[in-house]
């Protein structure tokens, strides 16, 4: 990816700031990506508490500092799967049963109800900041984006489990879409980098609005999880695959250095 691009506006884009891109080359161990992680992602992002306390607490005092808060956490829950995954929704009697490099995510329940009615009441009683009509639509994505992830973050591990891993426990969780319609629109890299807006800020949240849409280009208010062995042979799951063959090498080297690297014979 170019490290800088110039729209039809005449602005200075920087993509990596929306599509976030690691050379997973130079890891040779799960903590040195995690140490880059925390860099990038966690040490800039609020959770979903902080958010709430930081709103109640009178610390929002218009609606994008709320807005810029709820893109960076949403950018930290989907770290693992912007650096290193593609999303892909497969019927689950297509998804491979004994290949390594196809993952089933599992994921512990969260209950973020009472956050999100926080969150919207919150938002409501904030003036706006700039451009009333943009802060809303934002906020609609980002909201919705929040509503229906299944878990909370902080205990989403980097390396998946493959799907023999995920079924060796038939309680195991995993995203199962009711209903999924491979045409459910998304934002192009186009729609993105040629996004304007007079206020930068502004400009730059939609953008982030629009990556964050397109982690979960399905409709996500018919989504659930579902044990993986109550799965049916007709139901959509999304599976991650590796972005790049680098990926794959270094979930395969983290995973070798778990197992401890076989002795030589003597």
Same mark, same amino acid.
């Given at each position: 990816m170019k490290s800088f691009v110039v729209n039809r506006y005449g602005r200075l884009i920087f993509p990596f700031n929306f599509f976030p891109e690691l050379d997973f080359s130079i890891f040779e161990s799960l903590e040195q990506f995690a140490a880059v992680i925390r860099r990038d992602f966690e040490e800039k992002a609020p959770?979903?508490?902080?958010i709430v306390a930081r709103l109640e607490g009178g610390l929002h005092r218009r609606r994008y500092e709320l807005l810029r808060d709820l893109a960076l956490n949403l950018f930290w829950v989907n770290r693992y799967a912007m650096t290193m995954y593609d999303k892909r929704p497969t019927r689950w009697r297509d998804v491979p049963r004994r290949r390594d490099d196809v993952f089933l995510p599992v994921f512990t329940p969260w209950d973020g109800a009472g956050l999100v009615a926080r969150i919207e009441a919150g938002y409501r009683a904030l003036s706006p900041t700039w451009d009333e009509g943009t802060e809303d639509k934002v906020f609609r994505i980002l909201l919705d984006v929040f509503r229906h992830k299944k878990g909370a973050g902080a205990e989403l591990p980097a390396i998946k489990p493959t799907v023999p891993e995920s079924l060796a426990d038939p309680r195991n969780l995993t995203y199962h879409l009711l209903a999924y319609d491979p045409d459910y629109p998304g934002y192009s890299y186009a729609d993105i980098v040629e996004c304007f807006h007079r206020v930068p800020e502004l400009e730059a949240l939609s953008r982030q609005a629009m990556v964050l849409h397109? =982690?979960?280009?399905?409709?996500?208010? =018919?989504?659930?999880?579902?044990?993986v062995g109550e799965l049916a042979p007709d139901d959509f799951?999304?599976?991650?695959?590796p972005r790049t063959e680098e990926v794959?090498?270094?979930?395969?080297?983290?995973?070798?250095n778990r197992r401890g690297r076989a002795r030589r014979p003597t």
């Open positions: 959770s979903e508490t902080d397109n =982690q979960y280009r399905w409709d996500r208010g =018919q989504t659930r999880l579902t044990e799951v999304v599976v991650f695959h794959l090498h270094f979930i395969r080297r983290v995973k070798g």
